[in-house]
């Protein structure tokens, strides 16, 4: 489950970016699933220009666990 802060960054960032890379989807289609939101921003990084990689870039930090945490190796 996104946590609300990630889950608005996907939305505008589907906003943002449905003309030019997700024409082809629903105009009402917003990524609901992890697997769905994997899909769509991939979906931006193929279709989008350097913005749109360096946007999903950000929102993949968001969504990646903290990497603050202690590996299991340390």
Known sequence: MLDERAA???????DRH???CLWFLRVDYYPQTPEEV???LHLI???GDL???RQ???VRQWLSPS???TS???
């Open 8 to 14: 608005h960054a996907i939305l505008a960032l589907v």
């Open 18 to 20: 449905r003309a030019q």
């Open 38 to 40: 994997e899909r769509v």
């Open 45 to 47: 990084e193929q279709h």
């Open 51 to 53: 913005d749109a990689l």
């Open 56 to 58: 999903v870039a950000a």
């Open 67 to 69: 990497s603050s945490v």
């Open 72 to 74: 299991a190796g340390s």
